[in-house]
């Protein structure tokens, strides 16, 4: 672990890095299927739209389709997958903004539990900052209902390019007028600090083993190991704050 | 004062809206001359300065200028102007990186003094942002500053086009996913409002007596009056959380 100079701005990864997408629906659905009494597979759901991500997002780089943002494509996907999922609930049961309501379960997802606390410590002497898919209305309404205190919010639908495209990182020195190497990306995903350092920012590995689920973790899926690469690994976002001192 | 609803975010200008620019500036400014032994004249310079403000927006605006953020059109206003305020001062007293701590002095402006409490009570039931001709860096590192909660920063670097342009007004209910009467622009200046008005906006005119100093005050040059065509007309930050039921 080479340390050098601490980073004067942190940016997050969003998705599993700071909050639970996958249990947050879950939990969320399971609830509207009791209110609504649907009887919709929300597990199976959730994998297959979260799923969709990666292929739609690929579209819009390569220019198969123009930009789109994150909830757009959100509802693209879930409008294809829905029926597969319904597990005998009628397609009538549901009306005409429940679609609208169940895209925007991405907005209302929880926070893990060592960020909002980790982000407070963190922002009292850096800058802090979501560098995520997605978009500006979800990152903002997601902050409100999770408490996750950013001092500003970096997205690719500001530059039109998603991650791992390098002119997303590279917005988040750009715009605060820093180095890249002042930058810092914080991430649960390899592939992703892996675009960051390409880019020349900091980078610091915080693993979320849970972010999947426990049959992925029990199958040995996850990949939970530290890096020498990154320029800090941590345990979660309370170890982050005390290795910057904060 | 036609009410209707309640907007679900709002928007604040900063520059006299929500800091003191020119006494900061003054009081830094004296310090300054005191800790370096300069004589520079730092109130006909900051009134200078801001002079210069709108004439080299405008030059952007109608592509005089290719796009330049706020803090390189700060510097290249002083470099013009410092000559002329040092006021006894050798040039060469001022070394190296003089001029850089100088203009970031716009980084370091304190808030009227209603300004954080208000917008901390606002932020609890509303979205609040900057919507800001300031660059981005200048806008996060004076939030750090003085103390401004903001949930996202909005600034005319995003979209390369200063207000009162509307596609700088526009960024916000797009960005937010919202319609344009869903968010209200928060202003001192009743030009400003007009453009957001013309842009779909809710408004609300927020005087600022002492933006200009006690001189322009006295000139009877400060226009306070609220005004029937603006959604909310408040003495301060307080009295518009009040007036929202905040």
Redesign the interface.
């Known amino acids: 672990m080479t340390k050098q100079s601490l980073p004067r701005a942190l940016v997050f990864d969003v998705f599993g890095t700071c909050v639970d997408w996958r249990g947050s629906i879950i939990r969320e659905g399971r609830a509207l299927n009791r209110t609504r009494g649907w009887t919709i597979d929300w597990e199976g759901l959730v994998d297959a739209w979260r799923g969709a991500y990666q292929p739609n997002m690929h579209k819009v780089r390569t220019g198969a389709l123009p930009w789109t943002n994150l909830?757009a494509l959100h509802m693209m996907a879930l409008k294809g997958l829905l029926s597969k999922f319904l597990n005998g609930t009628p397609r009538k049961a549901l009306a005409g903004d429940d679609l609208g309501h169940i895209n925007t379960m991405w907005h209302r997802l929880k926070a893990w539990p060592d960020v909002p606390n980790g982000l407070k410590r963190i922002k009292a002497r850096h800058?802090i900052g979501t560098m995520s898919n997605g978009?500006?209305?979800l990152l903002?309404?997601m902050?409100?209902f999770a408490g996750l205190p950013?001092?500003?919010?970096f997205s690719a639908?500001?530059v039109h390019h998603y991650k791992p495209d390098r002119e997303c990182y590279l917005s988040a020195p750009r715009?605060?007028?820093?180095k890249s190497a002042d930058v810092m990306l914080v991430a649960a995903h390899k592939s992703d600090l892996d675009g960051a350092r390409k880019a020349g920012l900091k980078t610091c590995f915080v693993p979320r083993p849970m972010e999947y689920g426990k049959a992925v973790l029990a199958a040995g899926k996850y990949d939970a190991a530290f890096e020498r690469r990154f320029d800090y690994n941590a345990k979660d976002f309370g170890d982050l704050a005390e290795q910057l001192g904060s």
Chains 1, 2 share one sequence.
Not at 150 to 153: F, K, Q, R, Y
Not at 175 to 178: E, K, R, V
């Open positions: 909830d800058v978009n500006v209305a903002t309404n902050a409100k950013w001092d500003l919010v639908e500001w715009m605060l007028g820093l």
